[in-house]
């Protein structure tokens, strides 16, 4: 099994910034590509945004030119830095990594709030 244990949440004014983490507590399994998804109250979760073992990035329209998805994977861990945050960015950020051990799974986070006032 794989843990991920996320961090950095939090409130914030519009226009701040914040930066999210999350670990992978694990040294058997390989892991592949990494995401962040968020879900606002009372809609479903959505993709933020995607990074590959080998750095390739994908982001949603609405987070491009504000949001930096990154990796390290000497610590199996992802980054998400949110900067020029809107109110509509508030929700719970969940972290997913696909793991690989005799076969693929994905693995999710525990979700951490963050909340944009306006």
């Known amino acids: 099994q794989v843990q991920l244990v996320e961090s950095g949440g939090g409130l914030v004014q519009a226009g701040g910034s914040l930066r999210l983490s999350c670990a992978a507590s694990?040294?058997?399994?390989?892991?592949?590509?990494m995401g962040w998804y968020r879900q606002a109250p009372g809609k479903q979760r959505e993709l933020v945004a995607t990074?590959?073992?080998?750095?390739?990035?994908n982001y949603a329209d609405s987070v491009k030119g504000r949001f930096t998805i990154s990796r390290d994977n000497t610590k199996n861990t992802v980054y998400l830095q949110m900067n020029s945050l809107k109110p509509e960015d508030t929700g719970v950020y969940y972290c997913k990594m696909r793991a690989f051990l005799f076969q693929e799974n994905d693995y999710w986070g525990q979700g951490t709030q963050v909340t944009v006032s306006s």
């Open positions: 990074i590959t073992r080998g750095g390739s990035t």
């Open positions: 694990t040294t058997t399994f390989r892991i592949n590509a």
